[in-house]
Each structure stands twice: as C-alpha cells, then as structure tokens.
C-alpha cells in the first residue's frame, strides 16, 4: 500500500522516534524484567530452586492463586452486570453508580486495606459479632479475598461500559423483536458483542488480583505460610536479606504476567479474522 | 390488521406522542411521514413493543396487545442502522428468529437451512450466506435485515427510516423491490420516512406528522392534492409562502385574487409552488417581477423573482419553460400563479416549521 506523502515524516524523523520508544521500553520494561531474573539465578540455578521448594513460598504461590481464583470470577460478573445495567438501561442514580465504580481506583490501596479492618477488624463495625460466631475474616482468606475484589473491581467494567455504550442497544432490540428472551439476548448478543473487551478486563484484573500490595498487606497480618501472599512474601524475604529468594518470587510473579500476556496474542492469534470482521 | 387509539407517550418533559390514532388495514403499505422529533420512529416503536405508551390501547390482529412483550408480538423491525449482529453471519443472522423459539414451534435444523437459503434467495443474496455484516455493502446490510425480519413470518412489518443509509441510486432500486416484495407477499407494512418523496412514491397511504400529532391520513394523492393544514403542504415539497386576505369567499395576495370557496373572511396563509407559477402570463392581474439569480440545475431551471414590493419567490422551470423565457439576472417577466393554496388563518398561527425540513419561506 503506498502512503500519501503528505502523510510521511522525513527518514530521519521516523527512525528517530522508533528509537526513542524501543530505548524508553528497554530502559523501564525490559532492564528491570532481566535484573529480577538476573538476580533469581545469580546465586546459582540451585539456590532459586531451593527457595521455591520452600513450604512458605509454595504456600504463598498457593495463596495468591486463590485469591485470584475467587476475586477475578466475582469481579468478572460484578464488571459485568455493572456494565450492562449502566449501558442498556436508564435508570435514576446512574451517573452516581458510574462515578462509584471508579472509587477503587482513586482510593489508595492502604485506605481500601484499612476500611475493610475497620469493618471487620477486631475493634470494627462488626467484630465483637464476627467473634461471637466464630468467624474470621481479618488475617485471613476472607479478608484477602474481600482487599483484591474491592481494588480490582473497575476493571472490567471500565474495559466494558466503552465497548457497550458504542454498540448501543439496536441489536438486542432486534434480536427482542425475532422472538429471544432477554437471557437469551444477552447471551447471544451481547456477551459475544463484548467477549474481546471481557477478555482483556479479565486479563487485567487477574494482574492486578495476583501483583496487588498494599490493600492485602493491611489486611493480611503477615503471617507466613498462612496469610502471605506472593507479593508479601517477596518483601518479606528482601527484608530479610535473602535476595535471591526474594527475586525468585518476584520471577514467578513476572512469568504469571508473561503466561497472560502470551495466552492473550495467541488468542488473538487464533482468532485474528473473526477480530478483524468484528470492526465495523 | 392493526389499531392504535389514543395512544401517547412522553420521555420526561418531551411529548414525543399526544393522542394518535390509527388503523392500518391487512396488506396495506403505509409511510409515517414526518420531520425528526415528530413522533413517527416512536410510534414504531411502540408498534414492536420496544416502547410503551403511557396510555390508549393497541390492537394486533384483534388482539389487545398493551401488554405484549416484544418478543411475543411476531413482528418484523427493520432498524434504521439495520442492527445485524456483527458477530454472526449473514445465514445465522436470518436464522436467529428462527433458531430462539421453542417447543412444538421449534423447527429441525435442516428446515431452518432451508428456509434461510429461500430467503437469501427472496433478497438476491445467494452466495453471501458464509460473509459476516461488516463485509457487506450498505444495500446488501438491509436485504440482509429485511430477511432476517422475515423468517418469523410476521403478521406486521415495521420499518425505521429503510432507505435512510443509503446512496440515491440504491435507495431508487431498493424501494421499487420493497414495493414489490410487499405486493407479492401480501405483507402490511409500516415504514417511517421524513422523505416525502420516498412516501408518495411508495406507500398505499401516509400518515403525515407532526409534534406527535396526526396531521393528515390519506392516499399520496390526497395529501398531496388536498393537503390539511399549512404544516401537510409545506412538508409534501418547497412552497413560496404568502401573506393574504380572504374577503367573501376570495383570496387576495400581491395583487392576485384566487378563490377561496367556504373560507372565514380575514388574514389568510396562501402557499404558491415553485413550479406552478407561470412566467408569460397574459392574466389581468399578471405582475411585473425581476429575475434574480436563475441557475441551471441539469433538467430544470432555479431562480427567484423579486416583487415590486421587495417580496421574492422561488421559481422552478423545467428547460422547455426555460427556452421561451430566457431568463437573465434583472430581465423583467409577467408573472401569474397557476394554483394557489389558501388556509384561513394568519402566519402566527401555522405550525413551526424549520429551515431544516427543506422549505424555504419568502416572508413579506
């Protein structure tokens, strides 16, 4: 395809620029990824393995798994349900519901850590009741669980209400009127209008689910192999001047992000006509 | 067959619908024509079951349906923009009416197969049963649509604004296929249109709209000939407007008298067609006028004349007209009208009109 001169930069201009951006994403993305291996192995291939077979690590590994297993799913239907209230319908309170979806994100994640121990902590809203019924949710699962969900919760929906306010609602209208429920619609229609836009607000939610730091660290307590998650372990080793057991963590951390991202092109991959039809 | 009493609707504090009513007989086409925010895509819409009026009744095949879901009306909608699903076919697009229902209505899926690829057949689109929305032409989108609203065999068809994407020469050849595919289906079919061409052209009968009000129900030649209001005339095409004066059933306006048979003495709205005004008149109330700006515009001629009292009209000429006249920038000819139109009533009083709808007023 020829492009319209004046639409082109000078030679020089282009290479420039293509430079400069391979030179900003070396400097902050790929020197920092090679020191965090680099590191991991520097002691030996023996030592990093040794620190991975350790019950606390394997239990940390283990723990953020879990979480995210339970956050991700409960946030993928939250985002969703959130997006398609606010997108197809009208409704009072709307704008408010919009702005409120957008909390997690300008809270700091220690306050978002804190409010859930003020609730449930043992001097809390609801601690003397929680004591009384034998639960624990504070220092424990729960309380992961409950941290990740709240930080991660606007990113599928921010992924999503986009994508469906752009697609409007004429194609569940249509498909009302061929004789579809509404579950049927939305199944049909709208859940494959937005797979790719879920995909990728699934994808960022789990990131952000297993990499989260501050919110868990409030509510986690520390303790090891019990309540540690990885990213908490990762501080607690380099605390504890085991530098390369803390890097070794943080490599598995690295390469979790990596599987994601290589599962989403390859999907992309897959499925690149059915991408390219999609685009009106 | 289809009935709507009273029916209205308000979104807020805009009455989009005040009271229509309207009975649309079995195999009829008909044209809701009228400018944007007159009501028409909503009473459409109320038709499909998509909105619901805030009250007055609907009644489809003898059946009250005030309370019908969308999907229990058996309709067919053809959307402004189509609405195909783009992530589906051409082929599952037509089979999805199909392919929801259930029970003992449930067709086998060969049957459904074969009754896509009839009606692929219906809209010429063989051969495009495998390509999704995006990849096809505009055209293509809407036979795709009209066939995906056929499969369910529904007893109304309803469409939003059907030629309003595309180009004038599909636009031209679509229509005349609609029309046909109507007539050879014994279809009844509601469009919505703000081209008045497009409804005198196509329809049996247009509904005329206007601020969510019926203006006037007729044949295209009725509301074209024998227009009900002010607001009819100017929507059906460009009219010079004049102030007049009716005295003992005659009109009087610039010097030229018309009757008024059976009208209210007093101010008068007189309406004068561009193309009905005739430039060599030997009439006794003939009026000098100037010729300002004439333009050739392919087969006819455009200008407007200046009145001695500083008034102006627009004037079309076919090229025939042209010839004999020859008109030049300031040359002087007699003119007369050859019909004018008279409402009772002064120019306060006729419905607003926006520039935007095509019709241009010369106000004294």
Not at chain 1, 21 to 33: E, I, T
Not at chain 1, 131 to 152: C, N, S
Not at chain 2, 81 to 92: G, I, K, P, S
Not at chain 2, 262 to 288: C, K, N, W, Y
Request: aromatic share 8%; glycine share 8%.
């Amino acid at each position: 395809m020829s492009v319209s001169n004046a639409t082109r930069e000078p030679r020089w201009v282009q290479i420039t620029l293509t430079l400069l951006a391979l030179l900003v994403l070396a400097l902050f993305l790929v020197l920092p990824l090679a020191t965090v291996i680099i590191q991991a192995l520097s002691k030996g291939v023996d030592r990093s393995i040794a620190t991975l077979e350790n019950q606390d690590t394997l239990s940390a590994i283990r723990l953020t798994l879990t979480v995210a297993l339970i956050s991700v799913p409960l946030n993928l239907i939250f985002g969703l349900s959130a997006s398609w209230a606010i997108t197809k319908f009208t409704f009072p309170g709307k704008s408010l519901l919009v702005s409120l979806i957008e909390i997690p994100f300008s809270v700091s994640p220690v306050i978002s850590g804190l409010i859930f121990v003020l609730l449930f902590g043992l001097r809390g809203l609801f601690g003397p009741w929680l004591i009384d019924h034998d639960m624990k949710i504070i220092f424990a699962l729960p309380g992961l669980v409950l941290a990740t969900v709240f930080v991660t919760f606007p990113f599928v929906a921010r992924e999503l209400i986009p994508l469906m306010e752009e697609q409007g609602r004429d194609e569940e209208e249509a498909a009302l009127v061929l004789g579809a429920g509404g579950f049927r619609a939305f199944w049909s229609i709208t859940l494959p209008n937005v797979r790719w836009g879920l995909l990728y607000g699934v994808l960022l939610c789990n990131a952000r689910a297993m990499g989260e730091f501050g919110a868990v660290s409030v509510v986690s307590g520390h303790v090891r192999g019990l309540t540690n998650t990885l990213p908490l372990h990762v501080e607690i080793l380099y605390n504890d001047y085991d530098f390369v057991g803390a890097f070794t963590a943080a490599s598995i951390l690295a390469l979790l992000a990596l599987v994601t991202l290589i599962l989403k092109t390859a999907l992309e991959w897959w499925h690149r006509d059915e991408l390219a039809s999609s685009r009106h | 067959m289809i009935t709507a009493k009273t029916i209205s609707k308000r979104f807020g504090t805009f009455q989009a619908l005040d009271g229509v009513t309207i009975n649309v007989e079995k195999g009829r086409l008909v044209a809701l024509l009228g400018p944007s925010g007159s009501g028409k895509t909503t009473l459409l819409r109320i038709f499909a079951g998509l909105d619901e009026a805030d009250s007055g009744d609907l009644i489809l095949d003898g059946l009250n349906a005030n309370g019908l879901k969308a999907k229990d009306r058996q309709v067919g909608f053809v959307f402004q923009h189509y609405a195909l699903f783009r992530h589906m076919t051409v082929a599952d697009n037509i089979a999805f009416g199909l392919k929801v229902r259930k029970g003992k209505n449930r067709l086998a899926k060969e049957q459904i197969e074969a009754k896509v690829a009839d009606l692929l057949n219906l809209v010429q689109l063989n051969g495009l049963a495998k390509r999704y929305p995006s990849q096809l032409s505009g055209g293509q989108r809407q036979r795709v649509a009209l066939a995906r609203a056929l499969a369910v065999e529904p007893r109304l068809l309803l469409l939003d604004e059907p030629f309003g994407a595309l180009d004038a020469q599909v636009r031209k050849d679509l229509r005349r296929w609609l029309r046909r595919l109507h007539d050879e289906m014994g279809l009844t079919s509601i469009f919505v249109t703000h081209d008045q061409e497009e409804a005198l052209e196509l329809a049996d009968t247009v509904v005329v709209m206007n601020s969510g009000k019926i203006e006037q129900i007729g044949s295209p030649a009725e509301i074209y000939d024998h227009p009900a209001t002010p607001f009819v005339f100017q929507f059906l095409g460009n009219a010079n407007r004049l102030n007049g004066e009716i005295k003992s059933g005659e009109a009087h306006t610039h010097g030229w008298t018309w009757p008024a048979p059976g009208l209210p003495d007093g101010p008068a709205v007189v309406f004068l067609r561009p193309h009905e005004i005739d430039m060599t008149s030997s009439r006794a109330d003939a009026q000098l006028a100037k010729i300002r700006h004439p333009l050739i515009l392919g087969p006819i001629v455009r200008a407007e004349l200046e009145l001695p009292d500083g008034t102006f009209l627009e004037v079309e000429l076919s090229r025939e007209e042209h010839l004999s006249v020859n008109p030049e920038e300031g040359s002087v000819v007699k003119i007369a009208p050859k019909r004018l139109t008279v409402f009772a009533g002064s120019v306060m009083s006729t419905p607003h009109l926006d520039s935007s709808f095509g019709v241009d007023n010369y106000e004294i």
